[in-house]
């Protein structure tokens, strides 16, 4: 029989005097809390088990411990507690120290009616947002990770503990691995991980920005600072402040812009393009490539000290072929993922397709499979997912299991190198102890396509 | 038959007392009577450091002196009322109980500088008294603006209500009266 908002709000009174206690229990359970009135400290200590409580009305003056002490024990015990001193007029220097030390607002006895139920009403309110905004800020921190990296095999479980634990410091991060393993996603888990988490991540794609614009891109630039430059332009690095910079592609940077990087990094400060103003930013970063930078650097392209400030704590993320695993799961999230963005009734891949999805060699890793799954979900006419689903390069295998002759041998090992090597023709083709015309040549007779 | 005894605690205009026993019957659809002799002397209640009179020792006298005559006993007064921890109280009563006061004291149009308006405080002190029996009959504030149960911490607050309980109040103080056998639960 509920009429009232308050049915299940409390409020806990802790006052020596019987009278006060008894007034304003009465005064609270009229309104429809749930209150409990405790006399001194160990009963309001005792009462706090049945907490929590919404709202605690503490007395300043009592004797024992006094209502300030006692406002640190019931804030150890509960930091969210809104707790509002009740004091006489003679103590008003000491409810504010005690307003000093986190309590919500004082009155003074006896109180105006008016007052204490717009008081209360207002602590109730402020709770609430506070509350509500704990839930939302963890709804995000659960979004932000619901599209993170899966899978449980000993590889990608190692690149997670690493990446959890260096979240955790300012450390620079280089993450290593092929294309379509999922730096990014890695970055973003460090950067969800870490405490610029209510911050944003700020990615650039070094290797797709043309060089000329790189560098307004990263530090921004001042309105007329080159022919079109209408206004004023924040980069990334300040756009990254108090958060990441994900900088991806770190090894396709030129010489110019490496000098600029490197003291940027270590000086945090940097100027716009065309402004003479520092400009300060607190950012952390994180980087990726795919290239050998060790030896980009023997070579000179790639500046040693430049190398040394990024590769501080690396992380090498395995392609998908050596976590195949990890396939069947991941095959399921992006189908669940398709299925909803697409609002398809697809739940499912057959076993023969399943089959085929692990034994792939995944050159593109786990982008491919990404596609893969996109494609066959727009395709399936059933909700499972079948061979006739899959592009053709992978459902010609299907063929290939029951037939054992030379030249099906021969096209699997072909198919395979050329998988293994990214279809780069003249590595294969050393690999396969054959000029690349053969290689050609028999591609053609096979049928063999390029993912 | 259950029944409301009306208490006066002089200082008290009768009349006005006197008024609030058919809108009580008609709304409670109970016997309600007025108390009209040995009265209750207020001066026990008085606090000389607030000069104001207490409202809980108030309570205390009335259930003392007449609990036992009827179901619902609401002293009336005049004199200005207060609880320990606040500035004043229009009434109060014990929750789920017998007795309750009120005072006009807060409800006079004079206190605030204004002219006297005899109808105003009737029907003031009307939903004052509604609203502190219905807290004897377990109700709690209510959310509905027009319900007489609804808070009300200043006079404009009371003139802003209704007179009358919101239906679920009133289905409420029926079920409490089944419960206590005092009607019989066909309404």
């Given at each position: 029989m509920p009429n009232t908002q308050n049915n299940h709000r409390s409020i806990l009174v802790v006052d020596d005097e019987m009278v006060v206690r008894d007034s304003l229990t009465k005064w609270f359970r009229q309104d429809g809390y749930r209150v409990e009135a405790a006399e001194n400290a160990a009963q309001a200590l005792r009462l706090m088990e049945k907490g929590p409580w919404d709202i605690i009305l503490l007395d300043?003056?009592?004797?024992?411990?006094?209502g300030l002490e006692l406002q640190k024990q019931l804030k150890n015990i509960d930091k969210n507690a809104t707790i509002i001193m009740i004091t006489a007029f003679a103590s008003v220097e000491s409810a504010v120290q005690a307003l000093k030390e986190g309590a919500f607002d004082y009155v003074t006895k006896p109180v105006d009616p008016d007052h204490l139920t717009h008081l209360v009403q207002n602590a109730l309110k402020q709770k609430q947002l506070a509350d509500e905004n704990l839930r939302l800020r963890q709804q995000i921190s659960e979004l932000s990770q619901s599209d993170l990296v899966v899978g449980e095999s000993e590889s990608i479980r190692k690149v997670m503990e690493l990446a959890r634990t260096v979240a955790q410091t300012d450390t620079t991060v280089m993450i290593r691995g092929e294309s379509g393993t999922g730096k990014e996603l890695v970055a973003r888990a460090i950067h969800a991980n870490?405490?610029?988490?209510?911050f944003p991540i700020i990615a650039v794609n070094c290797g797709a920005v043309p060089e000329t614009l790189l560098e307004s891109e990263l530090f921004g630039h001042e309105r007329g600072?080159?022919?079109?430059?209408?206004y004023r332009r924040k980069g990334k690095f300040e756009l990254a402040d108090g958060g990441s910079i994900f900088l991806d592609e770190i090894g396709t940077i030129s010489p110019r812009m490496q000098v600029q990087f490197l003291r940027v990094l270590e000086t945090k400060q940097f100027t716009r393009v065309g402004g003479n103003d520092p400009i300060a930013s607190d950012f952390r970063v994180v980087c990726a490539t795919n290239r050998d930078l060790e030896a980009a650097v023997k070579e000179g392209t790639f500046r040693e000290d430049l190398y040394y400030r990024l590769n501080v704590f690396t992380i090498f993320i395995p392609p998908l072929r050596e976590r195949r695993t990890d396939i069947p799961q991941l095959v399921q999230h992006f189908v669940q993922k398709y299925a909803s963005i697409m609002n398809r009734p697809v739940k499912e891949v057959s076993p023969e397709a399943m089959d085929l999805l692990v034994r792939y060699a995944w050159p593109g890793n786990v982008r491919e499979l990404e596609n893969v799954i996109e494609r066959a979900m727009v395709l399936a006419q059933k909700p499972t997912i079948c061979p006739a689903d899959l592009p053709f390069q992978m459902s010609s295998a299907q063929h290939r299991l029951s037939d054992d002759t030379l030249e099906a041998v021969e096209r699997m090992h072909i198919e395979h190198i050329l998988q293994h090597e990214g279809w780069n023709i003249t590595h294969a083709a050393q690999i396969l102890d054959i000029d690349r015309v053969t290689l050609y040549n028999k591609i053609a007779k096979f049928g063999l396509k390029r993912p | 038959m259950p029944s409301i005894l009306l208490v006066p605690v002089p200082p008290v205009d009768d009349r006005l007392i006197g008024e609030l026993v058919a809108p009580l019957q008609s709304m409670f659809r109970t016997d309600v009577r007025v108390h009209n002799h040995d009265r209750i002397d207020p001066r026990t209640a008085f606090d000389v450091t607030r000069n104001q009179y207490n409202s809980t020792v108030l309570i205390s006298s009335v259930l003392e002196r007449f609990g036992g005559n009827a179901h619902k006993v609401l002293g009336i007064t005049s004199v200005d009322l207060f609880v320990p921890v606040l500035t004043f109280v229009f009434g109060e009563a014990q929750f789920d109980g017998t007795a309750a006061m009120v005072s006009t004291y807060r409800l006079d149009e004079t206190l605030y500088g204004?002219?006297?308006?005899r109808p105003l405080l009737r029907e003031r002190l009307l939903k004052e008294a509604v609203h502190e029996l219905g807290h004897t009959y377990g109700l709690i504030h209510c959310?509905?603006?027009?319900?007489?149960m609804r808070a009300s911490t200043s006079v404009e607050e009371i003139d802003v209500k209704g007179v009358e309980l919101c239906k679920r109040c009133r289905v409420q103080v029926q079920e409490k009266l089944c419960e206590k056998g005092w009607i019989s639960s066909s309404r």
């Open positions: 300043i003056k009592m004797p024992g411990v006094s870490s405490g610029r988490r209510y600072a080159f022919t079109g430059a209408q | 204004f002219p006297p308006n959310r509905d603006l027009d319900c007489v």
